[in-house]
């Protein structure tokens, strides 16, 4: 009986901002036999098949005020309220599924909902994945300025997008604004450009036919998007600032949090190593002080899929599965021969592995630099790169318990 391996708990999937719970079909079949025993990929309230209710929200707590602590605490309450739309629905649905732990995996905006859901309700997560989570990263200065470098045509296009954006205009309302005909065509194109990886015809007809359905759909949960963000994709609270307080009531060693994001991401995968930076310092004081009573900040992992972008379950589904599967910690159950992720880690954490923990590492680890030659972002970004002379030097790459060879063969 001793040699019976525990079962995962189950896995819950919460898709992207505008997606559905049909966005993960190529990775259900691969999770379920090589891993998970139970998998829920939910449509969250307001979104795909599940109801749709007036998102009119009641800020929690007080009455607004005039000065800018007040306005800054009515940002909060606005905050709460929006998350609190999709948590409680969350944790109702939990509740009658009678699911005492949850493996909870969300994609982008799916991703920022797990972690409001695991910082209200620790107790029922077993392990957080988050894939190319939005609203990680602070908004920096240079986040501006690299605005303001574009050319006129496209600074302008963002000041109509971001006043838009204010006004609370979402992507599905101005689609069911348009002419039938003018949307279902915007649609197609989205799915054409955006996922080169899928080739059948009659699979992206079937995706564009799906996504453009959901978006002529009542507007719902889609009214979240300017109340959680701000215009180009920050957080109104980072998420960077709240993972490492997330405390696992009944996980002495504190709970695991993943970060997944493909090699072409938009995403800013820095988000992803700063998290990790913050928890290892916080964990090590953690440990000076022998808190018993107190459970440690988590413990953050970072994997890379290659040849994948934002929609990474659908650019490299197999590797995305493996990210998965490695996440909830079945590695050992992937076949030899299966591709698997790369993992890295900030500087810090480098510094501190030993070698002969290391050698039992079954995929490639890299440090900051690694991370910065895997991570080649969006085709925008690339662009833009390679106008300004932009390039990073591999050479000098530390790979960490790791054949040099192997590691840049990967990276080619």
């Given at each position: 009986?001793?040699?019976?391996?525990?079962?995962?708990?189950p896995?819950?999937l919460?898709?992207?901002?505008?997606?559905?719970?049909?966005?993960?079909?190529?990775n259900?079949m691969?999770?379920?036999?090589?891993?998970?025993?139970?998998i829920?990929?939910?449509?969250m309230?307001?979104?795909?098949?599940?109801?749709?209710?007036?998102?009119d929200?009641?800020?929690?707590?007080?009455?607004?005020?005039?000065?800018?602590?007040?306005?800054?605490?009515?940002?909060?309450?606005?905050?709460?309220?929006a998350?609190h739309?999709?948590?409680?629905?969350?944790?109702?649905?939990?509740?009658?599924h009678?699911?005492?732990k949850?493996?909870?995996?969300?994609?982008?905006?799916?991703?920022?909902?797990?972690?409001?859901?695991?910082?209200?309700?620790?107790?029922?997560?077993?392990?957080?994945?988050?894939?190319s989570?939005v609203?990680?990263?602070?908004?920096?200065?240079?986040?501006?300025?690299?605005i303001?470098?574009?050319?006129?045509?496209?600074?302008?296009?963002?000041?109509i997008?971001?006043?838009?954006?204010?006004?609370?205009?979402?992507?599905?309302?101005?689609?069911r604004?348009?002419?039938?005909?003018?949307?279902?065509?915007?649609?197609?194109?989205?799915?054409?450009?955006?996922?080169?990886?899928?080739?059948c015809?009659?699979?992206?007809?079937h995706?564009?036919?799906?996504?453009?359905?959901?978006?002529m759909?009542?507007?719902?949960?889609?009214?979240?998007?300017?109340?959680?963000?701000?215009?180009?994709?920050?957080?109104?609270?980072?998420?960077?600032?709240?993972?490492?307080?997330?405390?696992s009531?009944?996980?002495?060693?504190g709970?695991?949090?993943?970060?997944?994001?493909?090699?072409?991401?938009w995403?800013d995968?820095?988000?992803?190593i700063?998290?990790?930076?913050?928890?290892?310092?916080?964990r090590?004081?953690?440990?000076?002080?022998?808190?018993?009573?107190?459970?440690?900040?988590?413990?953050?992992?970072?994997?890379?899929?290659?040849?994948?972008?934002?929609?990474?379950?659908?650019?490299?589904?197999?590797?995305?599965?493996?990210?998965?599967?490695?996440?909830?910690?079945g590695?050992?159950?992937?076949?030899?021969?299966?591709?698997?992720?790369?993992?890295?880690?900030?500087?810090?954490?480098?510094?501190?592995?030993?070698?002969?923990?290391?050698c039992?590492?079954k995929?490639?680890?890299?440090?900051?630099?690694?991370?910065?030659?895997?991570?080649?972002?969006?085709?925008?970004?690339?662009r833009?790169?390679?106008?300004?002379?932009?390039?990073?030097?591999n050479?000098?790459v530390?790979?960490?318990?790791?054949?040099e060879k192997?590691?840049?063969?990967?990276?080619?």
């Amino acid at each position: 009986a001793s040699d019976v391996k525990q079962q995962p708990a189950p896995l819950v999937l919460l898709h992207g901002y505008a997606n559905g719970s049909l966005y993960f079909y190529r990775n259900l079949m691969g999770l379920s036999h090589f891993h998970f025993g139970s998998i829920y990929a939910l449509d969250m309230l307001g979104w795909g098949l599940s109801s749709r209710p007036t998102f009119d929200l009641q800020l929690l707590g007080d009455d607004n005020g005039d000065t800018n602590d007040d306005k800054r605490s009515n940002e909060h309450k606005q905050v709460a309220s929006a998350e609190h739309f999709f948590v409680e629905s969350l944790e109702s649905w939990r509740k009658q599924h009678d699911l005492p732990k949850i493996t909870l995996a969300g994609h982008s905006m799916g991703g920022y909902l797990s972690v409001a859901y695991a910082e209200k309700y620790p107790q029922h997560v077993e392990r957080l994945i988050l894939l190319s989570p939005v609203g990680v990263p602070e908004r920096k200065e240079e986040d501006g300025v690299r605005i303001n470098s574009l050319p006129f045509y496209m600074r302008g296009i963002v000041k109509i997008t971001r006043y838009l954006f204010e006004k609370g205009v979402t992507p599905g309302s101005f689609l069911r604004a348009l002419p039938l005909s003018k949307s279902k065509s915007m649609v197609d194109s989205y799915i054409l450009n955006r996922l080169p990886a899928i080739q059948c015809e009659e699979e992206r007809k079937h995706l564009s036919e799906y996504l453009y359905q959901n978006s002529m759909l009542p507007g719902s949960g889609e009214y979240c998007l300017s109340q959680i963000l701000t215009a180009g994709a920050f957080a109104r609270i980072p998420l960077v600032d709240r993972i490492p307080e997330i405390k696992s009531n009944d996980n002495k060693d504190g709970m695991e949090v993943h970060f997944v994001y493909g090699e072409n991401d938009w995403m800013d995968f820095k988000g992803g190593i700063d998290v990790q930076r913050l928890c290892f310092n916080k964990r090590t004081e953690w440990e000076k002080q022998k808190n018993s009573n107190e459970s440690p900040p988590p413990k953050v992992f970072l994997h890379g899929v290659r040849n994948a972008g934002h929609l990474l379950m659908l650019d490299n589904y197999e590797e995305f599965n493996s990210a998965l599967i490695i996440a909830a910690g079945g590695e050992d159950r992937l076949p030899s021969n299966f591709p698997r992720p790369v993992e890295f880690v900030c500087n810090e954490v480098a510094a501190s592995i030993s070698d002969s923990v290391n050698c039992n590492v079954k995929r490639e680890v890299l440090n900051e630099m690694g991370a910065s030659a895997f991570f080649r972002g969006s085709r925008w970004d690339r662009r833009l790169q390679k106008k300004d002379g932009e390039g990073v030097n591999n050479d000098s790459v530390d790979d960490i318990g790791c054949d040099e060879k192997k590691m840049e063969e990967q990276l080619a």
